[in-house]
């Protein structure tokens, strides 16, 4: 544990409470999409296999039942509420997610952590996490109007991933000096992803600007 990661967490769960209040109050998850957040939990349940294979700390075990229960909740509310569910905007949210899903098991079964089932898995998660926000940003792309709360759930899990990245890097420095490929390469993947967002995003923060995307 230390300072990034720390920050890192935290954010996360604020993007993922963001987006949960989102829907929540408004009834509306209009300008999300449903494989992001489908995604999330599947990707969460099995990157933390750990929790049953192995016990870390009771920090790591609470926070990442909170991670499941929250992305659980707001897929729950996107496809099965029956007000919510209406207001998903199936037309916009055009990205071909099945492509996504077959790269990352080839990719997961050719460059596995290990030859086990349950680090191909692991290395599906991370893979899959690294792009997963492809068919949110496409999404947000072709939308006229970007919600304040959407766009600040988007910039949050920006911000937890480039924490994540400082936090790897402070660990090479102060522990074990250990390359950690998989991760590292996709979290600079991900991270790079949310680059050209970022910059618009600050941007329209700057000039007080409604937050908008080129096409």
């Known amino acids: 544990m230390n300072l990034f990661r720390l920050a890192g967490d935290m954010t996360?769960?604020?993007?993922?409470?963001?987006?949960?209040?989102?829907?929540?109050?408004?009834?509306?998850?209009?300008?999300?999409?449903?494989?992001?957040?489908?995604?999330?939990?599947?990707?969460?349940?099995?990157?933390?296999?750990d929790?049953?294979?192995?016990?870390?700390?009771?920090?790591?075990?609470?926070f990442k039942l909170i991670f499941i229960a929250t992305s659980f909740?707001?897929?729950?509310?996107?496809?099965y509420h029956k007000v919510v569910k209406h207001t998903y905007n199936k037309d916009q949210d055009t990205f071909r997610h099945y492509y996504l899903i077959l790269v990352c098991l080839v990719l997961a079964l050719l460059i596995?952590?290990?030859?086990?089932?349950?680090?191909?898995?692991w290395t599906f998660s991370i893979y899959l996490e690294a792009v997963a926000i492809l068919p949110q940003?496409?999404?947000?792309?072709?939308?006229?109007?970007?919600?304040n709360l959407t766009g600040n759930y988007v910039f949050l899990?920006?911000?937890?991933?480039?924490?994540?990245?400082?936090?790897?890097?402070?660990?090479?420095f102060t522990e074990?000096?250990?390359?950690?490929?998989?991760?590292?390469?996709?979290?600079?993947?991900?991270t790079a992803l949310y680059a050209d967002f970022f910059y618009y995003y600050i941007k329209?923060?700057?000039?007080?600007?409604?937050?908008k995307l080129p096409a």
């Open 157 to 172: 899990l920006g911000t937890y991933r480039a924490l994540y990245l400082l936090s790897w890097i402070y660990r090479f």
């Open 12 to 49: 996360h769960l604020l993007g993922i409470l963001v987006l949960f209040l989102k829907i929540h109050t408004t009834k509306s998850c209009a300008g999300t999409s449903t494989f992001k957040r489908s995604n999330n939990s599947n990707q969460l349940c099995q990157g933390y296999m």
């Open 112 to 121: 596995p952590h290990g030859f086990t089932v349950l680090q191909v898995l």
């Open 204 to 211: 329209s923060w700057k000039k007080h600007e409604e937050l």
């Open 137 to 147: 940003l496409v999404l947000l792309q072709s939308s006229k109007n970007i919600d």
């Open 51 to 62: 929790l049953i294979v192995k016990y870390y700390s009771l920090y790591n075990t609470l």
């Open 73 to 79: 909740a707001t897929a729950w509310y996107m496809r």
């Open 176 to 190: 074990l000096h250990r390359i950690r490929w998989i991760p590292w390469v996709s979290g600079l993947v991900q």
